[in-house]
């Protein structure tokens, strides 16, 4: 008897010993807590942080921020006082330092020229441009210490070490096209959306010039400076993979197409018989394709087909391709009286298994994308406030698949 009373005092222990402990989890660590296959998982978290491995991790403002920035207010003109400086770093382990800034001039003929601000934090004496928050998309190249920059709709070389930013493409490669609205012309997008092979020697774009159709892809010789357009192809939503030095994958609103810049063709390896395309990621073989028939792992080798199960969900927000064969996909999954929740999925493209990560369910899923090779980045806002973001570092060797 005494035995059995032991046991039950020392069950009962525990268990208020547990409930107090999640109690404490919940009132703290649990705030900034994700699961992992359903099983919370006690992570290290860093404060929001925007960027991933293309880019350095740009430190957010956080609600403490914005608070010293309200107090600070001037009462008679309004104006902040004291504003935090931008901060960023190039890996976890580095030390935030603050970001600079430089304006550079591109003229492009004697009637136009643009002014670009672009911030940046120095190595080893080398200046690393910072991209968090800007009206531009920056593309580093491929061994160069050179980004291309896109803005409206065109393309510029930028050099931040020597401070100088040029036109990219030739001036004189087609022309412009123009249009009319109310009268009044405007230029044609000139180029958008460049992409790079892997050694930075070739460069696929879009472009509207020279054309009075729907545009086309071009693909410049990043040496020659020799610049081509693609019969057949219009405009794409963005480059999936390039799977060697002359051949690439790209996603357009209609059809996956395969580009080969040696001879400058084009071939589609899907459509949905004119229906839209959804999310797509490619690590060649394998594609992840959702569209109205819904969603499937393709293998463009052997031509075989997956289906993969996510009807549990509302659709594929947002997918981008992680390391080796994994596809890192944000889902749209409402409860009730909840609008915008999210689960982000991590599918191993070569066997069909993946791995759910999910946050609490007043959280929202902002980001997730590849850091590096053996990491994801997941950003999250806690309540959904965007201005109190944490960032989960997942290793993909911890991840189970099922």
């Not at 005494?2 to 404490?24: N, R």
């Not at 404060?47 to 921020?65: A, F, H, I, R, Y």
């Not at 902040?80 to 890996?91: E, F, G, R």
């Not at 441009?129 to 160069?144: D, H, Q, R, W």
Request: hydrophobic share 35%; glycine share 6%; proline share 4%.
């Amino acid at each position: 008897m005494k035995k059995k009373k032991f046991m039950l005092y020392f069950s009962i222990v525990f268990i208020l010993m547990t409930v107090i402990g999640f109690t404490l989890l919940t009132g703290s660590e649990a705030d900034n807590q994700i699961s992992i296959n359903g099983i919370p998982q006690g992570m290290e978290v860093m404060q929001g942080v925007t960027g991933n491995s293309d880019s350095p991790l740009v430190k957010m403002k956080t609600e403490d921020d914005l608070q010293k920035i309200y107090d600070s207010m001037d009462p008679i003109t309004g104006q902040p006082t004291d504003i935090p400086p931008v901060m960023a770093k190039l890996s976890e382990e580095d030390e935030y330092q603050p970001v600079e800034k430089c304006t550079l001039t591109c003229i492009i003929d004697d009637e136009m020229s643009y002014d670009l601000t672009f911030k940046y934090i120095e190595k080893e004496g080398k200046k690393i441009l910072v991209t968090s928050g800007e009206v531009f998309s920056a593309y580093k190249i491929p061994n160069s210490d050179n980004y291309a920059i896109a803005c409206g709709g065109l393309i510029y070389l930028l050099d931040l070490n020597k401070g100088t930013l040029d036109m990219y493409n030739s001036k004189e490669a087609g022309g412009y096209s123009l249009y009319t609205y109310n009268e009044t012309n405007y230029r044609k997008v000139w180029a958008s959306k460049p992409s790079f092979n892997p050694s930075g020697t070739k460069m696929i774009y879009y472009t509207a010039r020279a054309t009075n159709e729907v545009g086309s892809i071009w693909v410049m010789d990043n040496e020659t400076k020799t610049e081509k357009p693609i019969p057949n192809t219009t405009a794409y939503t963005k480059v999936l993979q390039w799977v060697n030095e002359d051949i690439a994958y790209i996603w357009t609103p209609y059809q996956i197409l395969r580009i080969d810049t040696s001879n400058y063709t084009s071939q589609s390896v899907y459509s949905d018989n004119g229906n839209p395309i959804g999310n797509s990621v490619l690590s060649y073989p394998y594609m992840f394709m959702t569209d109205s028939k819904g969603s499937r792992i393709y293998n463009l080798e052997d031509g075989s087909i997956r289906e993969y199960d996510d009807s549990e969900y509302s659709y594929c927000s947002a997918a981008v391709s992680g390391t080796e064969y994994m596809a890192l996909l944000v889902y749209s999954m409402p409860k009730e009286n909840i609008i915008f929740y999210h689960e982000a999925v991590v599918l191993d493209l070569k066997t069909g298994k993946d791995c759910v990560i999910s946050v609490n369910e007043k959280d929202v899923i902002a980001l997730f994308l590849p850091y590096n090779d053996v990491k994801a980045k997941l950003d999250v806002q806690i309540d959904g406030n965007t201005y109190n973001q944490v960032s989960y570092f997942i290793e993909y060797s911890s991840l189970v698949f099922d």
